[in-house]
C-alpha cells in the first residue's frame, strides 16, 4: 500500500500564501503521477493540479492557473502545491492522491491512493 499524508493547512487572509506537502511512504514503486484535489462544504471534491513523475508535465484547473504551482520531489517523496493570491472561494480541504500511471488525470475516479486531507481557509 501507499500511505500519503499532506502538512500545511491553515487559516490565511485573501491575498495570502500557503504551500502544502504531501509525504508518501509505503510502496512508493507505485506512485506515478500525483494530484491535488479539494472539497468545500456541501461541494463535490474538484480537481486543482497534477504532475507527472518527472516533473516535466503538469495539469492545472483553470480556477487556479496562474495562482498555484505543483512541484515533488521524488528523492524526499513529497509532493507540494504552492498557493498564492488565496481567495476565500479557495476554502476547502485540500487532499494528495497518487495514481499508479503517469498519464495527467483530472478525475478523482481515476487516482489510486489518497490522503486524509488538509483544511485550508481563507478569510475575507
Known amino acids: 500500500q501507499v500511505q500519503l499524508v499532506e502538512s500545511g493547512g491553515g487559516l490565511v487572509q485573501a491575498g495570502g500564501s500557503l504551500r502544502l506537502s504531501c509525504a508518501a511512504s509505503?510502496?512508493?514503486?507505485?506512485?506515478?503521477?500525483m494530484g491535488w484535489f479539494r472539497q468545500a462544504p456541501g461541494k463535490e471534491r474538484e480537481f486543482v493540479a497534477a504532475?507527472?513523475?518527472?516533473?516535466?508535465?503538469?495539469l492545472y484547473a483553470d480556477s487556479v492557473q496562474g495562482r498555484f504551482s505543483i512541484s515533488r520531489d521524488n528523492a524526499k517523496n513529497t509532493v507540494d502545491l504552492q498557493m498564492n493570491s488565496l481567495k476565500p472561494v479557495d476554502t476547502a480541504v485540500y487532499y494528495c492522491?497518487?495514481?499508479?500511471?503517469?498519464?495527467?488525470?483530472?478525475?478523482?475516479?481515476?487516482?489510486?491512493?489518497w490522503g486524509q486531507g488538509t483544511q485550508v481557509t481563507v478569510s475575507s
Open positions: 509505503g510502496r512508493i514503486f507505485r506512485i506515478y503521477s
Open positions: 492522491a497518487s495514481r499508479k500511471n503517469d498519464d495527467l488525470r483530472s478525475v478523482d475516479s481515476e487516482y489510486d491512493y
Open positions: 504532475i507527472s513523475w518527472s516533473g516535466g508535465r503538469t
